[in-house]
């Protein structure tokens, strides 16, 4: 990211490639895509605390669910699929950005 954030302060968002980011940084062009599309970099870059509040989001609503589930004792397969799957995956999704 430091690399990316360099060249793009030097030489503008545009014009900066993928292949410049990966060069800057050693790394091949395929770890850089990693992180997403060059849209996806600006948005790291300029935002770079969007990804985390999104995460911790996602998790909050999964909560609630589970909390509403739980109060309308509708605990059948679905709640333990949709429900607590979907919470499962969205706290290991915001485990990432704290790791």
Not at 73 to 90: H, T, V
């Amino acid at each position: 990211m430091a690399a990316a954030e360099r060249l793009c302060r030097a030489q503008g968002f545009k014009a900066t490639t993928i292949r410049q980011i990966a060069a800057e940084a050693n790394v091949s062009t395929g770890t850089v895509m990693t992180a997403g599309e060059k849209d996806a970099l600006l948005v790291k870059l300029k935002y770079p605390g969007v990804g985390f509040a999104t995460a911790v989001g996602v998790v909050a609503y999964f909560v609630c669910a589970a909390y509403s589930h739980y109060r309308a004792r509708f605990l059948g397969y679905e709640f333990w699929i949709n429900c607590l799957g979907m919470l499962a995956l969205s706290v290991a999704a915001a485990l990432t950005y704290v790791v």
